[in-house]
């Protein structure tokens, strides 16, 4: 009934050689492009030095689209958009309010026509059908804006390992995202689109195929931890501490995905509570949400000796060392824990730098970490904690900012549930903190990663 017209020819891991503007790119349209089209804007530049670390964090997509360990990018200007992005936009703006009907027939198609690669996702698909079309749509949003592209899907392609995804997964993806493309974008859809929607896709495919391959040759597509304790701090909250099967490089502030042996395939981020620590553990802090399966299970099922998986770590929500301006930390909730590692971080090199650590709770009882900051603040006198709780204060925490400051010498860190970084934004944006001086990891992913 639809087809997509696009023979997927064998792809190459072999940085730029097929690659976006390279011949013989391995999603070959039939239709090769018009001469008066110009080659899609991003090639797969590698070199990590040049990559600018967005400020909301990251990881994306399950096989080829899995929980987002890489910072969502804002959304790219419009002026000077190439002919492809156009096109690209274009498709995506009819396709979005059918979003929902695109993805369930994307993975429809893709299980009929590739029985094969059912296996590498989750038995129930539920979250994992909002991340693979959020993240292919995010990367073609930002198809002019190479050096946020390239570092978001490098890490995109590095995350994907985990998931077992590998080169020659990526046609059929390809494939049937088009056909799905094709069949809902009615108005827009025609040869030209096709073209555009081609190019981007294998620009999008190399430079993951490419991260995936030079990662290979330093780290493991996953980790294996051993649960070596389990503390129970509420009837809902616990702290899990692991040992890595072998050494876990990360930054404070970063976090990671794990997957429970009771949940094969289903993925979900949590924050790195410490610094890394010299004896190689690492510490989350888990909360039951209600429904959440990953969540209650580490919660109300997890025992020292069970085993998890790990992802690769992830997140720019770091400690920028080169710099003296003060850190002003909101952590809500559980979002406190990647609040400590930088308060940690901080400690740890030894400069003096103003921390003033706002950490948010609903109850006296939510505050479940409050005498470790408390510990904290009385042994760094350049540490402030100030615990605001919504049933005594009468505010939230957000608001609760704006009664202290002046706050123009400080960098902004934030990490809670959705709702408040996005008021914590806002507010913080209100009393006059440029948006570069923020940084909290993508809403998007925090909702995906509930559960
Ligand atoms: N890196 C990150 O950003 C991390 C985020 N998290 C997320 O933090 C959340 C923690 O959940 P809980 O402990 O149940 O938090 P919670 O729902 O109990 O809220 C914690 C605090 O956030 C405030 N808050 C909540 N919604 C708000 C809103 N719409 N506007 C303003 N303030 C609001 C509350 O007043 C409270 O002070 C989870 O969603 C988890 O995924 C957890 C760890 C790391």
Known sequence: M?????SMDAPTTASTASGPDGEGGWFTPHNPPSPSTPPAPVSGDHDEGRIPQPRA???????????????????APRKDASPDA??????????????????????????????????????????????????????????????????????????????????????AVGECLIASLARYATTTWNEEAETAWVRAYTTISQVMIDAAAADELTSPAWWL??????????????????????????????????????WPRVWRHYSFASTPRSDGL?????????????????????????VLRLGPPAGSMT??????????????????????????????????????????????????????????QQNHPWLAVRPVVDQQ????????????????????????????????VDALRGIGIPASRIRHDAVEDLVAAAG
């Not at 639809?2 to 696009?6: M, V």
């Not at 996702?121 to 909002?130: E, K, V």
């Not at 900012?401 to 008021?423: C, F, K, T």
């Open 319 to 376: 400690v920028d060392h080169s710099t003296d301006s003060g850190l002003l930390c909101l952590g809500g909730g559980t979002g406190i824990a990647p609040i400590k590692a930088l308060v940690e971080d901080v400690a740890e090199h030894g400069r003096r730098r103003a921390v003033e650590v706002f950490y948010g709770a609903r109850t006296g009882d939510d505050l479940y970490d409050i005498d470790t900051l408390l510990r904290l």
């Open 225 to 262: 931890g051993e649960i070596v304790a389990h503390e129970r701090r509420t009837s809902d909250i616990a702290v899990v501490t692991v040992r890595p099967d072998q050494p876990y490089p990360f930054l404070a502030g970063q976090y990671t995905t794990l997957e429970t042996p009771w």
């Open 86 to 171: 156009v096109l690209v936009r274009r498709t995506m703006e009819e396709v979005g309010p059918v979003a929902d009907k695109v993805t369930s027939y994307f993975y429809a198609l893709l299980f009929v026509r590739h029985p094969d690669l059912r296996p590498l996702f989750p038995a129930a698909m539920d979250t994992q059908r909002d991340r693979l079309l959020r993240a292919l749509l995010t990367a073609a949003e930002h198809i002019d804006d190479k050096d946020v592209l390239v570092a978001y899907l490098k890490n995109l392609g590095r995350g994907h390992r985990k998931y077992g995804t590998r080169a020659e997964h990526y046609p």
């Open 282 to 306: 690492l510490a989350f802090h888990v909360k039951a949400v209600p429904a959440g399966w990953v969540s209650g299970a580490l919660v109300h099922r997890a025992r020292p000796g069970d």
């Open 57 to 75: 964090s990251d990881e994306a997509a399950a096989p080829i689209a899995g929980p987002g360990a890489e910072p969502r990018p804002a959304p």
């Open 393 to 424: 204060a009468h505010l939230q925490l957000p608001d609760a900012v704006r009664e202290y400051g002046p706050w123009n010498e400080y960098d902004a860190y934030l990490s809670g549930p959705p709702g408040m970084i996005r008021s914590g």
């Open 2 to 6: 639809f087809e997509a017209r696009h």
